[in-house]
């Protein structure tokens, strides 16, 4: 696949050409003044859960419109397959593996409570706002609970969401903890509120609010809007009595709990209000100067579309780290266009600061790459990613076309671009640069904190690598309902 497909892909390639010439990140960002920036993240969401990326059992239009109107991205990876570890390595730009908060796996309530991310750390939000933005935060935060850790602490001027990994859709007032201990009561700034109706449709309210309120200015804004849908408690915007069935039995997680039509309204309830946030730009005319941005903290669970890949959500298959990725920045980026370009989730922060013409802390520099010359059409370039999981149990490396993986207690060498689904085990055909990538790998991991031991919790490795490979599985398929959910 070329890097961009457009109608018009000559006078794509021509202007981009020109504009690569002319434009540095400084000088973007001088051309039109400093845009808007709308993150927008999914919890939990498969690579083809939404309808232009694959899904062909319900539409997400207004997703699609994003991708229509600018760029998807098909090589888009998570830093990690679970919550806590991406949203470190998204705010931060760094490998999650150099902060403590980062080794979480996600944070949970067991976890020690100095461990968060620490205020004093350069994140998007705060050096943003050191360039002259407002910033808001809208959704999950899950980053360490008050009184240290806080949005408002580490960037953000305003936050409504929840502190946690996790919410029932209909109850986040006082008596949250009724739906279990990794349910979080709705917080406005650092007090808690109790707000009623569908908790999407609450995100996109307050969403609409913030732009709403930015419009009245003149100074440039961060949204960071991070839904907590699809994530478990699987619930639909119909599904109230469901919800209370789930709280009187105390445990959202249940094997019974949740089906693939559910799943799907969630995720087009998802879509609807992703709808509202990009209406309310335009009728406020402020999509013109704004740069949207659509993503998953990592893959789907139980209910997802992973197709064409294998694995899932705590996996370093392809399934449990690929993710959608669309970018819309009208008037610099092609519209209808398609990027083979292998990119992670924290390229985003230097990328952002780039756009908005500034850069990383050069105290804390970014293991992520500025992909704005990406986003204005420069052809791809070969990268090199690096994950590891469950105190080193999963390990993986990506090098351009190859990946090493290290999972269930088995090691493979794949061809992610010819063999998608990891399928045919090169390591031995290949072993020159089998070799080269496990010692990579362990060069690498030499340079990030020590891993610590913790206590077992619920993991699904290695149940899709069984599955293909025959591999001896330990691991329950279905979590036993005392464990830690994620």
């Given at each position: ?12 390639l021509a202007g981009a050409a020109g504009t690569l010439a002319f434009s ?237 039509a559910t799943y799907a309204k969630m995720v087009q309830s998802l879509d ?215």
């Amino acid at each position: 696949m070329s890097f961009h497909t457009h109608l018009s892909r000559r006078n794509l390639l021509a202007g981009a050409a020109g504009t690569l010439a002319f434009s540095t990140a400084g000088r973007i960002a001088a051309q039109a003044g400093k845009p808007n920036i709308v993150f927008i993240l999914a919890d939990d969401l498969g690579f083809a859960d939404v309808s232009c990326c694959g899904q062909r059992d319900y539409t997400t239009p207004n997703i699609d419109r994003l991708a229509l109107e600018g760029t998807r991205f098909t090589q888009a990876y998570s830093n990690s397959p679970d919550c806590s570890a991406t949203r470190t390595a998204l705010i931060t730009g760094r490998y999650q593996y150099r902060l403590p908060v980062g080794l979480e796996e996600p944070i949970q309530p067991a976890t020690p409570k100095d461990i968060g991310l620490p205020p004093s750390h350069p994140t998007l939000p705060s050096l943003l706002k050191k360039a002259g933005y407002n910033t808001t935060l809208v959704g999950k935060w899950h980053l360490g609970f008050l009184p240290d850790f806080s949005p408002l602490k580490s960037g953000y001027d305003h936050f409504f969401g929840i502190y946690g990994c996790c919410a029932d859709y209909f109850n986040r007032g006082p008596d949250a903890s009724r739906s279990g201990d990794f349910a979080y009561q709705l917080h406005e700034e650092e007090v808690p509120v109790d707000r009623h109706g569908y908790m999407t449709n609450l995100l996109g309210d307050r969403a609409i609010q913030t732009i709403e309120g930015y419009a009245r200015s003149k100074e440039p804004f961060l949204l960071s809007l991070h839904f907590t849908a699809p994530h478990w408690p699987w619930e639909g915007p119909d599904d109230e009595a469901e919800s209370k069935r789930l709280r009187d039995i105390k445990n959202v997680r249940t094997r019974d709990s949740g089906t693939h039509a559910t799943y799907a309204k969630m995720v087009q309830s998802l879509d609807a209000n992703i709808g509202r946030v990009l209406r309310a730009l335009d009728v406020h005319e402020l999509a013109a100067n704004t740069i949207v941005v659509f993503t998953s903290d990592n893959g789907g669970e139980r209910f997802s579309n992973i197709w064409p890949f294998s694995g899932m959500k705590f996996e370093l298959l392809e399934g449990g780290i690929r993710v959608p990725a669309i970018a819309r920045w009208p008037g610099h980026i092609a519209t209808g266009s398609v990027s083979d370009q292998a990119m992670v989730t924290m390229d985003w922060m230097p990328t952002l600061l780039a756009i908005a013409g500034t850069q990383p802390d050069q105290a804390y520099p970014s293991d992520g790459e500025n992909l704005s010359p990406t986003l204005i059409g420069a052809a791809p370039h070969s990268r090199k990613f690096y994950w590891r999981y469950k105190a080193g149990s999963q390990r993986a490396i990506r090098d351009g076309d190859w990946k090493y993986l290290r999972i269930a207690g088995n090691e493979f060498l794949f061809d992610v671009v010819q063999d998608p689904r990891e399928r045919a085990n090169l390591k031995d055909r290949r072993k020159d640069v089998f070799d080269r990538l496990k010692s990579d790998w362990e060069t690498w991991n030499s340079t990030m904190l020590e891993e610590r031991s913790r206590p077992a919790t619920y993991t699904n490795a290695g149940n899709s690598m069984a599955d293909h490979y025959g591999v001896v599985n330990t691991v329950p398929a279905t979590p036993p309902e005392s464990a830690a959910p994620r």
